[in-house]
């Protein structure tokens, strides 16, 4: 059984960091690109970053672009999400999610329960 | 302002028929593969249909999906109480600022 789980999440203040981790299990983490999405309270879905099964390919969007980070250790089966600078807007549940090909255009198949970031003072 | 376009909410009453509908651009839909999700309240999003119209093992032939042009469409026949939840449609969009996109969601109520 595939299973993703995140953890990390927390209250930060502006300006804070914080990492995010996704242990995966139940596939082999190594062939699978891996995302992370995440929702604003009473929001949609934004998708964040997307990183392939080698980390060859690495995609963020604008709004995280120069302050997050991310990366894996397939030698762990574990994605991470390194987040500077964090701003209010930021504040939302993180979803870690497997990507069901190797390249865009991504579909996510497999969803974590999420991790509730707060950024507030 | 979602990239994707879709109707805040639509309803529909049990038995019934509802589509809900995902606009998009030449950049996203219009040369890429649309997938489908849906989220119950509180829990995380589920993949109903990726590459436009497949629907991955598990997920019952009353959901369906359709592309054409620039827009999209989730069909659900024989709705159910259970089937309320916010549905979400996704794709690439391979623009300057290439990345997946959302639409904004649409909240389906079983009257």
């Known amino acids: 059984e595939v299973q993703l789980v995140e953890s990390g999440g927390g209250l930060v203040k502006p300006g804070g960091s914080l990492r995010l981790s996704c242990a995966a299990s139940?596939?082999?983490?190594?062939?699978?690109?891996m995302n992370w999405v995440r929702q604003a309270p009473g929001k949609g879905l934004e998708w964040v970053s997307s990183?392939?099964?080698?980390?060859?390919?690495?995609y963020y969007a604008d709004s995280v672009k120069g302050r997050f980070t991310i990366s894996r250790d397939n030698a762990k089966n574990s994605l991470y999400l390194q987040m500077n600078s964090l701003r209010a807007e930021d504040t939302a549940v993180y979803y870690c999610?497997?990507?069901?090909?190797?390249?865009?255009?991504?579909?996510?198949?497999?969803w974590g329960q999420g991790t509730l970031v707060t950024v507030s003072s | 302002q979602s990239v994707l376009t879709q109707p805040p909410s639509v309803s529909a009453a049990p038995g019934q028929k509802v589509t809900i509908s995902c606009s998009g651009s030449?950049?996203?839909?219009?040369?890429?593969?649309v997938s489908w999700y849906q989220q119950l309240p509180g829990t995380a999003p589920k993949l109903l249909i990726y590459?436009?119209?497949k629907r991955p093992s598990g997920i019952p032939d009353r959901f369906s999906g359709s592309k054409s042009g620039t827009s999209a469409t989730l069909g659900i026949t024989g709705l159910q109480t259970g089937d309320e939840a916010d549905y979400y449609c996704?794709?690439?969009?391979?623009?300057?600022?290439?990345?997946?996109?959302f639409g904004g969601g649409t909240k389906l109520t079983v009257l």
């Open positions: 999610a497997r990507a069901g090909r190797p390249l865009p255009p991504y579909y996510f198949d497999y």
């Open positions: 139940g596939f082999t983490f190594s062939s699978y690109s």
């Open positions: 990183i392939s099964s080698s980390s060859s390919y690495i």
């Open positions: 030449s950049s996203n839909i219009g040369n890429n593969y």
């Open positions: 590459d436009n119209n």
């Open positions: 996704g794709t690439w969009d391979s623009s300057l600022s290439a990345g997946q996109v």
